[in-house]
Every structure is written in structure tokens, then in C-alpha cells.
């Protein structure tokens, strides 16, 4: 088994590149999808982040609102924090079930596995993986992908982007970058020649 940590920036195309090493065959841990389900109501991330921020950034159905607590977090480094200690830890625990569980089946020996964390470096996580991949994409680019995606305004935009690692620092760090600047079909080529790269290893 071989574990390869992919990440990138907000609007990179993380999830685009992920779907394209599923489809080869590779096993997927999105971080972004365990951190959706930790912090679902009648979870105790949940309680404790009710807790820290309120009752305002509830739904009507009591479940958080992630564009009101984003609001919060993207502007005020402090709150970020915050919200990162509440969250991380659950995440990393659940991480290490899912690894735990492909590495104890034997069917699972030669498998690629792909860990999708956004915050890789940010939390030191990329110290444990044996490959790491970057996608990249242009910083206008990024800002466009951004603002159309989640119907956001460019001053939105820039503080969700200025709120991460930038993504030329990633870039730098990485043993692979799949530039997804250009067409769908130039990230799914560079996709397959890293996944092939990476079946040799595993």
C-alpha cells in the first residue's frame, strides 16, 4: 500500500483530480467530506462549536451554516484557530480508522491510496505521506473558479484564498503538481501518469 497526500488551494480543482484517481482504480480519503459529517448535528463537534461561536451560526434545521461560520473564520485568523482545534482532532481520528482498516485487508496490499486533506501541510500531516501531490492552477484562474463557484463577491474571493497557504508555496513542497490551469483532459493525463507512477511504487 502506498499512501500519497494530495492537496492544492481553495478552486484548485482538488475534487476534479480525485475523481480522476478513483476512476483509475486508486482509494479515495476526502478530509473535506469526514470534516462535513464530524461537525453534523447531535455530533459533539457540533456542541462545541455551538459552544464557541453561537447559535447564529446555526440553520433552521440546527445543523451550521457553513457560509455564515466561514464569514467568521475567513476574516479572523484567531477564530480560525478556534474552529480548527474543535474539528482537526476528529478528523485525524477518523483518518487513521479508514488507513487502519485498508492496510489491515488483505485483498488492500498494493493499493494507492489518495488522502485528500486541503490543510496537508498546515497540519504537518504531509511528514507521514510517502508521495505528495499539489494541484495547481493559476492565481486569476483560481479567483475566477472561485467567485462563479460558490456566487461570491472578488473581496469574498481574495480572503478565502489570502485565509490559506498560498498555493506557489505548496507548489514548491510537492512531488508532483497537476496543473489545472488548462483543459479537463490536461488534468486527466497528468493525473494517469502520476497514478501509473505511483502503481509501480505501491
Request: proline fraction near 3%; charged fraction near 25%; glycine fraction near 6%.
Amino acid at each position: 500500500m502506498i499512501i500519497a497526500g494530495l492537496t492544492g488551494s481553495v478552486a484548485t480543482g482538488k475534487s476534479l483530480a480525485t475523481g480522476f484517481f478513483s476512476r483509475l482504480g486508486a482509494m479515495i480519503i476526502d478530509a473535506d467530506i469526514i470534516a462535513h459529517d464530524v461537525v453534523k448535528q447531535g455530533h459533539p463537534a457540533w456542541q462545541d462549536i455551538v459552544d464557541t461561536f453561537g447559535r447564529a451560526i446555526l440553520q433552521p434545521d440546527g445543523e451550521i451554516d457553513r457560509k455564515a461560520l466561514g464569514r467568521i473564520i475567513f476574516n479572523d485568523p484567531a477564530r480560525k484557530q478556534q474552529l480548527n482545534r474543535i474539528v482537526h482532532p476528529r478528523v485525524f481520528a477518523e483518518i487513521s480508522e479508514q488507513l487502519s482498516a485498508i492496510g489491515n485487508d488483505a485483498g488492500q496490499k498494493d493499493a494507492v491510496v489518495i488522502l485528500d486533506v486541503p490543510l496537508l501541510f498546515e497540519t504537518n500531516m504531509n511528514r507521514d505521506m510517502t508521495d505528495i501531490i499539489v494541484v495547481y492552477a493559476l492565481p486569476d484562474i483560481q479567483l475566477e473558479r472561485l467567485m462563479r463557484r460558490d456566487s461570491i463577491n472578488e473581496a469574498d474571493a481574495r480572503a478565502r484564498i489570502n485565509s490559506q497557504m498560498p498555493v506557489e508555496q505548496k507548489r514548491q513542497m510537492a512531488d508532483f503538481v497537476i496543473d489545472n490551469s488548462g483543459t479537463i483532459e490536461q488534468t486527466e493525463t497528468q493525473v494517469e501518469e502520476i497514478y501509473n507512477i505511483l502503481k509501480d511504487k505501491a
